[in-house]
């Protein structure tokens, strides 16, 4: 391979050298346009020459197929006496991985905003089915303008990720759980890594660091890192939550699509912690505490049997405070007074605090003796024993709450009727209400000794399922049983380009625009996303139970392209002003006043409107500027032998 050229490239210098291959700043003589020239190394140990040119060359086919602002452009691909390469985006900016060894932390709102644009592009890779396995700060550019790229789409896949001897290419500490296990990969995949990425800009430091891979792959599988919150107490609950439900180990309990994690992050001061995927200890490692947990309702000693009284309810997290003013010099005797009106406080409120629970205690023993009241009669009443209900509710003998607990056995001597009902789901952690009541401690697993004989209303809730209400049957003398098994919520997850377009789900509008979130049944749905001044997308979507579908097309502007590759304006065909080149297509773009700049693609064209030119085909983003009118941008697609005619009429500002 020549230093000077490459194919038809002619190479100016070198950019920089990877684990696979050389990247070169080069320029295309043809249309004189600069690229970035990434070249392959065929003498990588480990893997059969055959197989990684295979896998560059289909890889170079499936990046091609990206057109996306965020996503850094594939131009072409070739291969010369052997040497094979990849022209891409020429851009000059700085990666993500040296602004943060800048910087270390970031601000909120800065990270927020590289998450937005990094997301968007990522989702639409996944949508097209392409996993980059490889996201990580060093892939991410920043160009002087601002624009967010993601670099090497699909090269990491390209070049594999293990080699023959099982040693792992690239950076480990961004690996997923599941990729480091060699498992098959999907687009959350790529979402745990830029949570370790966000993690990264939040807090300075790395979630899975060691002096090895062996070390950092262990911890990637095993160990929960430490809140966001834990190392910087400046960080808010909602993003340190946000960041711990974005490296959750399960791929189904983290984030689903990027638009899902962007949204949170969005609304992060109202998400408080509640987002945490599940118990974490002090010291990052997942609690070993059980999930299983009984609830009973009050009771007290009846008839001289021991009957259980309320349980305690868990201890909650204490509620973060803000830290106290600084004490002035000189103002002792305010502080005194402070603390001492502080002391006053928590007098009054645990007085108060033990006064109501006092009132409680009274209210659930009269409520228990009109219960013990209503029982009694039911008991002598001639009528015959309630049978038990086929139905929703499945009766089994006492042993079914469990034989080997005192708590569960029938109290001896008890001369009222004994009703056991347990509540479960599948899954756990379901909220139960009871006949429109409810109570915090009311969670399946659970079960209560404490309720009327008859049927009961019980509705079953849980955040990413079906709501499901049942009837369920209290027997007198039965311990009843009653499982739901609840159905997973399925959405459509949509962005697009640009945003704020309405979704519409099986021909109505569903109140949503991008990028947002839509729970639909399972089964086909035909998605739509329309915006003013630009043609509808749609696609059509099989949706199973519990999945997320993922959507993201390019909004294209209204244009009028004429058919055949003739202009609607006689004139032009008949002095032949509109004549298309072999394999391309025309493009018209002309503006009232006339005279606004053209960037396409992020470069300024070299004619101002009104202009025409030849075009190869595929999508573009054309913006259109002029001193003292709004900037107007707009998602063009060019076809091969026709012409797409641009009119608008710029506003003054």
């Known amino acids: 391979m020549s230093l000077e050229t490459i194919g038809r490239y002619e190479i100016i210098g070198e950019l920089g050298r990877g684990a696979m291959g050389v990247v070169y700043k080069a320029q295309d003589p043809t249309i004189g346009r600069t690229v970035a020239l990434k070249t392959l190394r065929l003498d990588v140990h480990g893997i059969e020459t055959a197989e990684i040119v295979r896998r560059f060359q289909n890889e170079a086919r499936a990046a091609g197929l990206l057109n996306h602002p965020n996503i850094v452009t594939i131009y072409d691909a070739g291969e010369q006496d052997g040497n094979f390469y990849i022209a891409m985006e020429f851009m000059e900016g700085t990666t993500l991985q040296e602004m943060l060894a800048e910087k270390r932390i970031l601000p909120a709102d800065e990270a927020i905003h590289l998450t937005r644009e990094i997301c968007k592009g990522l989702d639409y890779a996944h949508a097209h089915g392409i996993v980059h396995r490889d996201v990580k700060p060093a892939n991410i550019m920043i160009t002087a303008s601002g624009a967010v790229k993601i670099m090497d789409f699909g090269i990491a896949k390209t070049g594999g990720s293990v080699t023959s001897t099982g040693q792992v290419l690239g950076t480990p500490n961004y690996m997923s759980p599941e990729q480091v296990k060699g498992r098959p990969l999907d687009g959350r995949s790529d979402l745990f890594s830029f949570g370790v990425i966000l993690y990264e800009m939040l807090t300075g430091e790395k979630p899975f660091a060691g002096q090895n891979v062996t070390t950092i792959i262990y911890k990637i599988v095993n160990e929960t890192p430490i809140a966001p919150r834990d190392l910087d107490t400046t960080i808010h609950p909602g993003l340190s939550a946000i960041v711990t439900k974005a490296l959750a180990k399960p791929p189904d309990e983290r984030y689903q699509s990027g638009a899902e994690l962007v949204r949170d992050l969005e609304n992060y001061k109202a998400a408080g912690s509640t987002l945490h995927a599940g118990p974490v200890s002090p010291r990052g490692g997942t609690s070993s505490g059980a999930y299983e947990k009984t609830a009973v309702l009050p009771m007290r000693v009846v008839a001289g049997s021991t009957v259980r009284l309320a349980a305690a309810a868990p201890a909650k997290a204490p509620v973060p405070m803000p830290a106290p003013a600084a004490r002035r010099p000189g103002k002792r005797s305010g502080l005194l007074a402070v603390l001492g009106v502080t002391l006053v406080l928590g007098v009054a409120l645990g007085s108060y605090a033990y006064y109501r629970t006092r009132v409680k205690v009274r209210q659930l023993e009269a409520e228990i003796k009109a219960d013990e009241a209503q029982q009694a009669k039911v008991q002598n009443s001639p009528a015959a024993t309630p049978t038990p209900r086929t139905g929703d509710s499945i009766t089994a003998p006492d042993t079914a709450l469990d034989p080997a607990s005192e708590k569960n056995k029938k109290p001896a001597g008890n001369e009222g009727p004994h009703i056991e009902l347990a509540f479960a789901s599948q899954p756990d952690g379901a909220k139960v209400e009871i006949d429109g009541a409810s109570d915090p401690a009311w969670v399946t697993p659970f079960n209560t000794t404490h309720l009327l004989p008859g049927k009961h209303v019980v509705v079953y809730t849980k ?113 032949g002003g509109d004549a298309i080149a072999e394999g391309k297509g025309l493009v018209h773009i002309r503006t009232v006043p006339k005279g606004a700049t053209i960037i396409v693609n992020g470069r300024v064209a070299p004619d101002k409107t009104n202009a025409r030119w030849p075009a190869d085909p595929g999508v573009y983003t054309i913006v259109l500027q002029m001193d003292g009118y709004r900037t107007i941008r707009r998602n063009i697609k060019v076809e091969q032998g026709k012409i797409l005619d641009i009119d608008e009429i710029l506003e003054r500002q």
């Open 463 to 575: 955040n990413g399922y079906v709501r499901q209400e049942r009837t369920v049957e209290a027997v007198v003398g039965r311990s009843v049983v009653d499982t739901a098994k609840l159905v997973a919520v399925s959405k459509i997850a949509v962005t697009s380009n640009p945003s704020g377009a309405s979704i519409w789900v099986d021909g109505e509008d569903s109140g949503e625009t991008t990028p947002g979130q839509v729970v639909v049944d399972k089964g086909s749905h035909r998605i739509v996303v329309r915006k003013q001044g630009y043609k509808d997308a749609a696609t059509e979507a099989t949706v199973a139970e519990g999945q997320t579908v993922n959507f993201a097309p390019v909004l294209l502007s209204q244009g009028v392209p004429t058919e055949g590759g003739h202009s609607a304006n006689v004139l032009n065909r008949f002095v």
